[in-house]
């Protein structure tokens, strides 16, 4: 045991160490903050195009009153722009003048004929996005006043009949299902991600030291258990360090800097509590743990480090199916997938803490999902550390599926 505490001491100390570390875990960090700030940014910018915008004229051109008056009531509507209403017919030769000298920002002429009102948007141009300044409903909506006053209506009538429809959605189970699967889906990408990437660091790890014939010491002076093991520790105590700075600094920015409304309807986390922060610890531990083994193994088969991302191809593409198998049991709840998900050990880290915070596994079922992860990482370390014994010093052979079996079956020296 203290072997594998001094081998995961020296892993970790090296891995903090690393120029590239610090640096890439400062960006990220800051990406973060930065992040949570875009409603921020977004509302100062707009704040500020707003100011000028107000100052801009748009020009509408009503020469036949259709609107009887009523387009005066535009400026009143505060919608970020000063309009200039006329009833002089102006030629396109006048108007692109104004547009060019900056007289008017855009224009709008009202015509109509047999059976509809035509609003002829002019501007110098309309840009790759096809967006106009002005919403066209809003002309609609004025019209249909005018007519209505023809008809003789009140304003306390024609305000009944403009009055706007509002569908509301009545949920009677546990809080917003749609807000708690948003944030299920998130915890199992972060997972996913962040399991991936540590556990892919221990081949890596694996792989530089062989290469750069650290092993030889390593070996003499401790055993392959005791490098796969702490190896494993060392790098897990890393992830699970930056997972934490990462939720942290996540946390304070958003408390400090993320406007408290803009997420309502969207997301729900009402039922992030202290058993799930623990329940998604454990799985990130035990998921970390199963995926490091597997890539421990195939660390010490390659020999050179070009070789690890080729050798752990395959891994990656078992990752993947467990996460896409915990994705569509989350999208599809009654599926029988739900169950395969959480006991599969592919895929139960990304799936179990999901579907914990939606309520939807019981006790049981999360305590089979351990059990069988616990024996899974078990039998996957054993494996692991048998073979690595036997290739320890493999520097140069190429190893096949016929090799990988031999060494499993060679005796420890």
Do not use: C, H, W
Request: glycine share 6%; no cysteine; aromatic share 12%.
């Amino acid at each position: 045991m203290r072997n594998v505490f001094i081998v995961s001491k020296f892993t970790a100390l090296e891995t903090f160490k690393k120029k590239a570390f610090k640096i890439t875990f400062i960006i990220l960090l800051l990406l973060i903050i930065i992040a949570f700030n875009i409603p921020n940014i977004i509302n100062l910018v707009k704040n500020n195009t707003d100011q000028d915008d107000f100052n801009e004229t748009i020009l509408v051109i009503d020469e036949n009153n259709l609107y009887e008056g009523k387009l005066e009531s535009l400026n009143l509507m505060q919608l970020g722009y000063n309009f200039e209403i006329s009833n002089q017919f102006k030629d396109d030769v006048l108007l692109k003048e104004m547009l060019l000298n900056d007289e008017i920002e855009a224009a709008i002429n009202v015509t109509e004929d047999e059976s509809s009102i035509i609003l002829n948007y002019i501007t110098e141009s309309i840009g790759l996005t096809g967006n106009i300044l002005v919403d066209g409903n809003i002309f609609t909506e004025l019209y249909k006043i005018v007519q209505l006053e023809k008809l003789g209506l009140t304003d306390e009538e024609i305000i009944k009949i403009n009055a706007p429809i509002i569908f509301e959605v009545t949920e009677l189970g546990d809080g917003d299902s749609g807000g708690i699967l948003a944030v299920a889906m998130i915890f199992s990408l972060v997972l996913f991600f962040a399991i991936y990437y540590y556990a892919y660091q221990v081949s890596s790890s694996i792989t530089v030291e062989k290469t750069s014939r650290v092993m030889d010491t390593l070996v003499t002076s401790t055993s392959p258990k005791s490098i796969v093991v702490g190896k494993t520790l060392g790098i897990g105590f890393v992830g699970l360090t930056q997972v934490f700075a990462i939720i942290l600094t996540s946390f304070i920015s958003y408390k400090l800097f993320f406007p408290s409304d803009i997420l309502n309807g969207i997301i729900d986390i009402s039922n992030i509590n202290p058993v799930f922060i623990l329940v998604t610890v454990i799985y990130f531990i035990l998921g970390y743990t199963l995926y490091a083994f597997i890539y421990a193994l195939t660390g010490s088969l390659v020999s050179k480090p070009e070789d690890v991302q080729q050798a752990g191809s395959l891994v990656a593409i078992f990752v993947l199916i467990g996460f896409y198998l915990a994705y569509f049991s989350m999208m599809n709840p009654a599926s029988s997938f739900n169950t395969i998900a959480t006991m599969l050990p592919l895929s139960s880290p990304f799936s179990v803490p999901a579907r914990y915070i939606t309520g939807a596994i019981g006790l049981l079922d999360l305590t089979l999902s351990i059990i069988i992860l616990l024996v899974s990482i078990m039998l996957v370390a054993y494996i692991a550390i048998k073979i690595y014994s036997s290739a320890s010093f493999n520097y140069g052979t190429k190893v096949n599926f016929k090799t990988m079996i031999e060494m499993f079956k060679q005796k420890e020296n």
